[in-house]
């Protein structure tokens, strides 16, 4: 038996062994297959009318990073038109590689699964996004959220509403939102009201639809990538005294931002742009327009969809978009099919597409060249809005404003802290700034929210020269026109005609203007010395900035959250460049006189916030920290951000604060102490001990003719460091090397920091306490009048 059994198995091993092994391949194979098809992401498969065995891969909504190759899945979906590239999040070693991708081409009117909306089990989500400079249109946003919001809960599909929402664009982030629908249960879907206003200049809105457009234009991600969306539409706020026709620019913004959104949507305007004028019938336009967009909602919460012709539904020719398309496709490159057709000339159905993204991405990203516009042209409401306010605007971005402590200097009534803690006196002081423009949209700030903002400059550039000499010049003309001023003194008005100082500080970034340092050194050459206020938004700047008199850095808050809600920055990393610019003052504490300037604001950034401030101290070591209390400018944005008279710190607050930062800081052994107080301006000066104390005497004081000297290299600096032969040499000068005279005693913390030589005077009606814990009011304002301050 046993030798049979061996006869049979030598003569059939080899049919044995080998139906065992492929047997075992095919199980093992089909195992696989089972396993690798359930573990892609197929979000679309489920979407009716696409067979249930097609595998669909849904390579969007995620907004690919540096590091992320796109390769191709392998997979045939047989002869489906859908998206069939998986996304490979790969870590790219070090080394950055070209991206790759490989791809088919199909046709471009590819049908994409159309939306369906299931009343049954799906609820929606209505967002209300706006943007708004001046609060109109963040008034009429939050009028419209509550009657919305209102029919939402009374209409008869009120099961299917989820609470609609309100959303400031400029507190969002864009991709959570513009890059594709929020992510949220599968049952929830989004409904996008956009409420705009209008602005001719480069504002915080220009980013928005540049967001938009670039979104768009990104070959990463689909055209239409809010798809999924159910609608949208969008109303816009304009002014038709400045602008009456839509040629002239009524709503443009508006009406550009609808289109974008058209585009980015695959058309799912839910209903038409509707626009209203705010010097008239806005009101009355979005209350018509928000019953127009109920009516849609309605039919859809319904499950019919945004209906059958209804103009914007993208049944109808749209011919502003078919002017859109046109314009653009014969300039841009937007998906990755029609970069497949440009690399391969016509590809042949079915054949992967290798395509290196490195070699064309130029003519992807490339924009038409736009004309540079002037950031303040002569013609805008801004320049009309800041005259009034008493600005002279200097070509298209400057602008100079007499300060009021200059005018109470010029009648002996006394100077700005700047002449307790440094020497300046304010008659002598010139405040002037080079860019009307800022990156930031501060809660306290008294630009009136109409100025420009933006996060790079892309104004026409004024001339160094031409600025200083308009400065100047206009400076002088407004010192002149206090001649006849009772009380003014002839000694100070004299000594006045002689610009001693410039604080560049007024409202803005003045590091923004490119030609800053030409503008520095022209103020140098005339023995002008400079202090310099910057936002700590912009690092390369700061980095590359010639060495000024005095340099600080606005230290608006101890932490992220704290800062993103004071200053509102534009930049998305904006914390990263403020920690940068903490280092670079660090790195040029020898070289300069280097200042951090707190700005405190009860409720939101002084309590519980000393150790963070200590942190950021810790981190920068400038020599002096200037705390200040916030001025109430009762602008309409200060309001809209809930800024009233309750959120400035009475001076007691303010000292009160210093003294728990002068402790926290002793107690991790750095050397500052509270040097000086200007109790009139709520202000409270710590200065590093080590550095700016000489026999134990505060020595805060400036002596500027050592500093032009210094600059000019009639004197020799001793700040030493060794070369790279071993050399120990002088490199430059020290902040010590330019240290004046003794702090005044009356200038001595515990002494109030008012000059005894000059005339205190109380405002009509108020008796000396009120002045000290309201101090930032101009003495000369009329009553309802106190808005602006322009001492800095
Ligand atoms: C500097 C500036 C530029 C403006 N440009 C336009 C414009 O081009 N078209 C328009 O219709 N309205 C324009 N307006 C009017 C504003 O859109 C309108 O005042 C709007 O209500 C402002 O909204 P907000 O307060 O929410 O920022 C402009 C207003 C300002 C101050
Ligand atoms: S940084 Fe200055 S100019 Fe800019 S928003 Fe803030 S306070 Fe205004």
Redo the contacts with the bound molecule.
Sequence with gaps: MCTELVLLWHTYRVPVILSAVSLAVFFRYSQYSRRRTKDLPSTLSSVPGIPSDKVIVDLRPEWLPGNTTLESSGLESNGYAGVRTAVVAAKVKEKRQPKKIQGQKFPRNTPTPSFIFDPTTDRIQPLVFF????????AYASEFHGAFTVWTSKSAQSATFLEPQVLDLSYIEFDDYFISPPKADLNTKYFYIILL?????DTVLSTFLENLQETHNDFRIDTSPLNGLLGYSVF?????E??PTEDE?????AKEADRWMARLTGRKRAYPLGTGD?KSDAQQRLDEWRCGVQDILAEVAQGRGLGEGVAGSGDAAESDEEDFETEESATRIDDVEELGLMVNGTPTSGDPIPIDFTTYKSKVTTKPVQALKEMVPIT???HA?LTKQGYTIIGSHSGVKICRWTKSALRGRGSCYKYSFYGIASHLCMEATPSLSCSNKCVFCWRH??NPVGTTWRWVTDAPDVIFDGITEAHYKKIKMMKGVPGVRAERFAEAMRIRHCALSLVGEPIFYPRINELLNIMHGNRISTFLVCNAQHPAQLASLVPVTQLYVSIDASNKESLRKIDRPLHRDFWERFCACLDILRNRRFEQRTVFRLTLVKGFNMAEEVKGYANLVERALPGFVEVKGVTFCGT?TSKSAGLTMQNVPFYEEVAEFVKELGKELSSRGLTYGIAAEHAHSCCVLLADSTRFQRDGRWATRIDFERFFDLYEGKLQGTRRETSADGQDEVVGWRPEDYVGDDTPEWALWGNGGFDPRDVRVWRKGKGKKNEEQNPEVDLDAKKGDATTLVEI
């Excluded at 206003?197 to 200049?201: D, E, L, R, V």
């Design positions: 943007q708004s400079l001046s609060a109109t249109t963040e206003p209008t602005y001719n200049i816009g706020f304009g002014d038709k400045g602008w620019g009524f709503c443009s913004q705010v805008s409401p801004t809005s929210g109409t309409s």
